[in-house]
């Protein structure tokens, strides 16, 4: 099976940035999507940012204009700039892509945003 390894989270000050790396195993050339998620204690996963093959980008209302998804140059990779980060940002960050019309996930890499 796709394995999607997740790295960059870790504990930020309010205000500041983490950058969020996803890679794919080899056997995903080009991911027709990715995306990142993420899922608070209690809370239900939700979708933070997707980005398509053709470039296109998505993001929740509640993280534009902080953060940034994008794709590495051998498509199998996605990054998440987050700046501005708060408090309420806290959550395990999931990656997600979509190949051949199946989804595959990575294991979570946590952020904690916190004074």
């Known amino acids: 099976q796709v394995q999607l390894v997740e790295s960059g989270g870790g504990l930020v000050q309010p205000g500041g940035s983490l950058r969020l790396s996803c890679t794919a195993s080899?056997?995903?050339?080009?991911?027709?999507?990715m995306a990142w998620y993420r899922q608070a204690p209690g809370k239900q996963r939700e979708v933070v940012a997707t980005?398509?093959?053709?470039?296109?980008?998505n993001y929740a209302d509640s993280v534009k204009g902080r953060f940034t998804i994008s794709r590495g140059n051998a498509q199998n990779t996605v990054y998440l700039q987050m700046n501005s980060l708060k408090p309420e940002d806290t959550a395990v960050y999931y990656c997600?892509?979509?190949?051949?019309?199946?989804?595959?996930w990575g294991q979570g890499t946590q952020v904690t945003v916190s004074s």
């Open positions: 980005i398509t093959s053709g470039g296109g980008t």
């Open positions: 997600n892509a979509l190949y051949m019309g199946s989804h595959y």
């Open positions: 080899r056997s995903i050339k080009a991911p027709n999507a």
